[in-house]
């Protein structure tokens, strides 16, 4: 589905209304130009989650391992793209997949398992975006936005 955001605020309530109905094992595909609101849509989603502590972009460390109601990993995968073999650099990163939750930037290719939600952000003008939301009917038919 399309969704239209008009302020980064009706993206925080998105976000936080989204991290209500994840459980452990999801994974959170973003996609969107540099500047969309990636990170923004993840940090608004971990706070949400229980974690405290700051949560900044992982672009330089890759991954990064939060705790909150479950773990949480965040991952830009922005430098794996150019890799020859991006979903095995993807796979040597070794992520608990299974038992936390997965939110990953750039990450539309490394939906394995083919139940991510995947999130793609397109921006407007000022803090317009335009959102377009996909995810399995087997994991995703109750989601509400
Ligand atoms: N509606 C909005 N949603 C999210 N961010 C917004 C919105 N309007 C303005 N912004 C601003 O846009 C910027 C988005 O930056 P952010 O780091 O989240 O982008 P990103 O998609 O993660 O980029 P990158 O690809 O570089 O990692 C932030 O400075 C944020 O304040
Ligand atoms: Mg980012």
Redesign the pocket.
């Known amino acids: 589905m399309t969704l239209a ?1 008009e ?2 605020d009706e ?1 925080e309530a998105l976000a936080q209304k989204i991290s209500s109905q994840v459980r452990l094992s999801d994974l959170l595909l973003l996609e ?1 130009p ?8 993840a940090q608004t989603l971990i706070h949400a989650l229980g974690v405290r502590e700051q949560v900044t ?1 992982p ?1 330089f460390v890759m991954v990064k391992n939060y705790r909150g109601i479950f773990p949480i990993n965040h991952i ?1 995968a ?1 430098r794996l793209l150019d890799l020859s073999n991006p979903q095995q650099a993807f796979e040597e990163l070794d992520i608990d997949i299974d038992s936390s939750l997965t939110i990953v ?1 750039w990450g539309k290719q490394f939906d394995l398992t083919g139940d991510g939600l995947h999130i793609a952000i397109e921006i407007g003008e000022g ?1 317009s ?1 335009t959102l377009t939301i996909t995810g399995s009917d087997t994991r995703w038919s109750e989601l509400v936005l």
Do not use: N, P, V, W
């Not at 540099?34 to 849509?41: E, H, I, N």
């Open positions: 955001i302020t980064i993206m969107g540099l500047g969309a609101g990636k990170t923004f849509f972009s672009t830009d922005y930037e803090e975006r």
